[in-house]
């Protein structure tokens, strides 16, 4: 059964600085992997969608890598931002699984001025 | 481009009552899929439908919950006879489809929060 954990689960840094959120799934057979940011009372908006083929994509300030054969992903935002602050959830899919996305608790970031 | 369309954004039921919630997939997307947030819970998949089809269910609890995507119109998830325990933040998500392996990106909805009393 595929599980995906997330650590940490909440992170406080100040503005300016760069950091590394992480994404740990047990089963390596994943079709892709991907990154949302979650507001607080709001949708889920998607940040960068990594293939299994792919090892990272890049998205401004965001940069997510995924290592298949580990089961981890990284999701690394430089010069972080107060407007940064969100809840980040990584997910994944399964082959032969359609949208069925496994999600990880998320890591609640807070980026004080 | 109008995105994934939610409605309705909040929804307060007393206990025994039917909730429905609605949701219109992007543009072009034909693959709809239903997640539930519990409050102090991640995100939990409940059902994948195309139009007129239902494809997985797998998340979805045995009794008083189903899902439609009619020919026309928004899909529909709807819940009979409500409890307190259904109070979530309920998500849905479209894609554009691919038959066979996984999914393409997914875009989500703002979401519809249930509140039961």
């Known amino acids: 059964k595929q599980e995906v954990t997330q650590i940490p689960a909440a992170l406080s840094v100040p503005e300016g600085e760069n950091l590394v959120l992480n994404c740990s799934f047990t089963?390596?057979?994943?079709?892709?992997l991907q990154w949302f940011r979650q507001d607080p009372g709001k949708g889920l908006t998607s940040l960068l969608l990594?293939?299994?083929?792919?090892r990272e994509q890049t998205s401004g300030r965001l940069n997510a890598s995924l290592d298949k054969s580990s089961g981890r992903s990284t999701l690394y935002i430089a010069a972080s931002q107060p407007g940064d602050s969100a809840t980040y959830l990584c997910?994944?899919?399964?082959?032969?699984?359609?949208?069925?996305?496994?999600f990880g608790q998320g890591t609640e970031l807070s980026v004080k001025p | 481009n109008a995105g994934v369309m939610q409605n309705p954004r909040h929804l307060v039921r007393r206990r025994g009552q039917e909730a429905r919630l609605r949701c219109s997939p992007m543009?072009?997307?034909?693959?709809v899929y239903w997640y539930r947030q519990l409050p102090e819970e991640g995100l939990k998949f409940m059902v994948y439908?195309?139009?007129?089809?239902?494809?997985?269910e797998s998340g979805m609890p045995k009794e008083r919950f189903s899902a439609e995507f009619p020919k026309e119109g928004p899909s529909i998830l709807r819940i009979q006879q409500v409890v307190r325990g259904d109070s979530a933040a309920y998500f849905c998500?479209?894609?554009?489809?691919?038959?066979?392996?996984?999914?393409?990106?997914?875009?989500f909805g703002e979401g519809s929060r249930l509140t039961v009393l």
């Open positions: 997910a994944v899919s399964l082959y032969n699984q359609g949208g069925k996305l496994i």
């Open positions: 990594i293939q299994s083929s792919q």
């Open positions: 439908l195309q139009k007129e089809n239902i494809i997985d």
């Open positions: 998500a479209s894609s554009p489809g691919r038959s066979g392996m996984g999914t393409g990106e997914l875009f």
């Open positions: 543009k072009g997307h034909s693959h």
């Open positions: 089963d390596s057979a994943i079709y892709n």
